[in-house]
């Protein structure tokens, strides 16, 4: 394959994660006026964000497991072509009802879509660039984090939340022509990202673990970072939107910096990556109070939690114990699991502890993510501490059928 078609469509399933994420988060940013168009209330709205994790969270694992012989190019095409339509009906769905129905088939084709994204992407380069070419793709949802929900709150603010959405499928279908005639029709179990490089049902159950536990720390504390920065550092509601762009832009930051380590040590990046997260929300639990600090150490959490994600995607297809898109698609239920629990968890702690607990928890949870994460090194097989294994060489009695 020509490496400018490979990056083509490189560039096409990196702009698949950025639309999905925008998507899936876009009601935050729009959660009055689409509530005022509807005639629901706030809450009602809010349910579109959370029947959309749900579903991600329970249909990952079923859906790819049936869909597991279809040729990515069409699976990819079929999946996003679905994302256009069911973001054209919410688009002109007139009430909350049809508005769910849209939103949740959104969602399944989400949940298929990133579990098979990361092994055709790592298909389309050589195995030893298999981290950086995995940062790219989830360099979209960073980026979407980053510009695209904020973009998409703009012109919802100003035309209306339906050009938001509107504009999100016309990108898609841009995105559909792209991936539909560069992507090659590969079969799932064929190519050196069908399966893990080095198989290890052990490493592969404890990055799950460090998966929900570093997500559940970090959205624990994020979900409520607006409440922190005007009630602790002492800013204005109208600085909420300045600060988490700078957060946004050190996210990308973070993406780009791990693409160029990752495959030199991904276990080594994964823990850094926590443990710098972690770093950072006890940084603001104690010296939040100070402005300039406060934005700072956002910024650094930011950061670590983006190169988390695009590091923990490439350990994925290292030790995925038998299909590499069944582990994808259980590590994206993780994370959605994490999403949930952070996010619960900071709830139940903000009420009574204030809005300073949901960075402390979220730097404790962190704190034993990382913790795992190191302690991945007692797995490893007695074979391969001695010397340091290719990673597109799994050792033979590793190998699964």
């Known amino acids: 394959m020509r490496r400018s078609r490979a990056v083509g469509a490189l560039i096409g399933l990196s702009g698949g994660t950025f639309l999905y994420t925008t998507a899936e988060a876009l009601p935050i940013g729009l959660l009055l006026p689409m509530a005022a168009d509807l005639a629901v209330t706030p809450p009602q709205v809010g349910l579109l964000v959370t029947a959309y994790g749900a579903v991600v969270m329970v249909a990952s694992v079923p859906l790819t497991a049936l869909v597991r012989t279809v040729p990515r190019r069409r699976l990819l095409s079929a999946l996003l072509a679905g994302f256009v339509l069911s973001t054209a009906i919410t688009v002109v769905a007139d009430d909350l009802t049809l508005l769910l129905a849209a939103r949740m088939a959104t969602a399944a084709t989400h949940a298929l879509f990133w579990a098979v994204v990361v092994p055709a992407a790592a298909e389309l380069f050589p195995p030893r660039l298999r981290g950086r070419v995995v940062a790219v793709v989830f360099a979209g949802g960073t980026v979407a984090l980053a510009l695209g929900v904020p973009a998409g709150t703009w012109l919802g603010e100003r035309a209306g939340w339906r050009a938001s959405f509107l504009a999100v499928a016309a990108l898609g279908a841009v995105v559909l022509a792209t991936v539909a005639s560069l992507l090659p029709s590969t079969q799932p179990d064929q190519g050196h990202a069908a399966r893990g490089a080095t198989p290890d049902a052990r490493r592969f159950w404890l990055l799950v673990a460090v998966a929900v536990l570093a997500t559940a720390g970090a959205i624990a504390a994020y979900t409520y970072v607006a409440l922190f ?73 930011g950061l670590a939690f983006a190169a988390f994600t695009a590091a923990l995607g490439g350990l994925v297809l290292q030790v995925a114990p038998g299909r590499s898109d069944l582990a994808a698609a259980t590590v994206s239920a993780a994370v959605n699991v994490g999403i949930t629990a952070g996010a619960l968890i900071g709830g139940l702690a903000l009420p009574g502890h204030g809005v300073r607990s949901t960075v402390l928890i979220g730097a404790l949870l962190g704190v034993v993510a990382a913790m795992l994460a190191v302690g991945e090194r007692r797995l490893r097989p007695a074979a391969t501490t001695g010397h340091r294994r290719r990673s597109d060489a799994p050792a033979r009695s590793e190998r699964v059928s």
Do not use: K, N
Request: aromatic share 6%.
């Open 229 to 301: 920065v005007t009630e602790v550092a002492g800013f204005s509601a109208a600085s909420v939107g300045a600060i988490l762009l700078v957060r946004g832009i050190a996210s990308v930051l973070g993406i780009l910096a791990v693409a160029t380590v990752v495959d030199r040590g991904p276990w080594s990046v994964l823990a850094a990556t926590v443990a710098l997260q972690s770093g950072a929300l006890l940084g603001l639990y104690t010296f939040g109070h100070e402005p300039a600090v406060a934005v700072a150490l956002i910024a650094v959490a």
